[in-house]
């Protein structure tokens, strides 16, 4: 079992920056792969960016890459996700999410994770 806390969302202008953090709960966070995921009100949970159980594998959703990084401090039990270059779209709660099965899989289905937090809020102002 794995408990997941967002911290870090905010209102910010466009073109700023925003770092989120997920702290997570037990002994064997480096062995899941980790995401981070991103619903707007009225839309579906959207895929935005995972690493590996390593940290040395990334891939990102095309809407953010260039933008965003995912990262993660195993020795911290916490992954990041530094948001650059911040846009009107890319407000949503923001969620973390980890996956047991495999260590690394660029396949962006909710439906794959296993664990979830409760979500932290990204608002970008025009």
């Known amino acids: 079992q794995v408990r997941l806390v967002e911290s870090g969302g905010g209102l910010v202008q466009t073109g700023g920056s925003l770092r989120l953090s997920c702290a997570a709960s037990?002994?064997?966070?480096?062995?899941?792969?980790m995401g981070w995921f991103r619903q707007a009100p009225g839309k579906d949970r959207e895929f935005v960016a995972t690493?590996?159980?390593?940290?040395?594998?990334?891939y990102y959703a095309t809407s953010v890459k260039g933008r965003f990084t995912i990262s993660r401090a195993n020795a911290k039990n916490t992954v990041y996700l530094q948001m650059n270059s911040l846009k009107p779209e890319d407000t949503a709660v923001y969620y973390c999410?980890?996956?047991?099965?495999?260590?690394?899989?660029?396949?962006?289905?909710?439906?794959?994770?296993?664990?979830w937090g409760q979500g932290t809020q990204v608002t970008v102002s025009s």
């Open positions: 690493i590996s159980c390593s940290g040395g594998d990334t």
């Open positions: 037990g002994r064997t966070f480096k062995n899941y792969a």
């Open positions: 999410a980890a996956q047991e099965k495999i260590c690394y899989s660029s396949n962006g289905s909710p439906r794959l994770y296993d664990y």
